[in-house]
């Protein structure tokens, strides 16, 4: 069974820093993952995924993510945080054993100026 | 283009009382669809699928059910509702099948008091 361990349930990262949000995968195939953002009280909405295709995937507001197979890790990065950035981040595994993503803890991400 | 709508956006009811909330998808045919839940501090529980009208399967078992009477529509009931009821639910459609992301709708609000 597929799963995703997110490492550290709040981030605190002062404006123009670098973000770096963990994010380590348990799989026995090839995995499919994912980053997605939750502003509050809103649902969740897809930053990236990875599909098996280039192992550095870049996705919206400037947020991108590498898949490393030798660490099983696939760490969302942005280079420099705005205010705006501040919001829950997940990470997902899609689930072999049926239709559904498996999410992580997630990350709570918070921005001071 | 697809959407996917839910309500109502915000409900409080008493303990005891029974519930119904309802997800729609317009744009697509044939969806998986996702009951997920989050309570207050706690990441993503994922409550119910379907693969079809009629089909619902349950991931944890507790007093909510699911019904799916259409083929984009998803209800999530109680009959009695419980103080730890309480929190944020999102509905969520994918292609099916699928290896692909979810998407999700803006979700409810609710709080058991």
């Known amino acids: 069974a597929q799963s995703v361990t997110q490492l550290g349930s709040h981030v605190s990262v002062s404006e123009g820093a670098l973000v770096l949000l963990r994010c380590n995968y348990s799989s026995s195939v090839p995995p499919y993952l994912f980053w997605y953002v939750q502003y509050p009280n809103q649902g969740l909405q897809l930053l990236l995924k990875?599909?098996?295709?280039?192992?550095l995937v870049k996705g919206i507001n400037g947020f991108e993510a590498e898949f490393k197979k030798s660490e099983t890790s696939f760490h969302l990065t942005k280079p420099s945080a705005h205010m705006s950035d501040a919001a829950e981040y997940f990470c997902?595994?899609?689930?072999?054993?049926?239709?559904?993503?498996?999410f992580g803890g997630g990350t709570r991400l918070m921005v001071k100026p | 283009s697809q959407t996917i709508h839910q309500w109502p956006a915000t409900l409080v009811q008493p303990v005891g009382s029974p519930l119904s909330l309802e997800c729609t998808v317009e744009?697509?045919?044939?969806?998986?669809l996702y009951w997920y839940r989050q309570a207050a501090g706690r990441g993503l529980q994922l409550l119910f699928y379907s693969v079809g009208i009629g089909q619902i399967s349950s991931e944890v078992p507790q007093n909510l059910s699911a019904s799916r009477p259409q083929d984009r529509q998803f209800i999530l009931s109680s009959k009695k509702l419980l103080l730890s009821d309480s929190g944020f639910y999102l509905c969520a459609w994918s292609t099916s099948p699928t290896l692909d992301e979810q998407f999700f709708g803006p979700g409810t609000r609710l709080t058991v008091l």
């Open positions: 990875y599909t098996s295709a280039a192992t």
């Open positions: 997902a595994v899609f689930n072999n054993a049926g239709n559904m993503l498996t």
């Open positions: 744009g697509t045919s044939n969806p998986n």
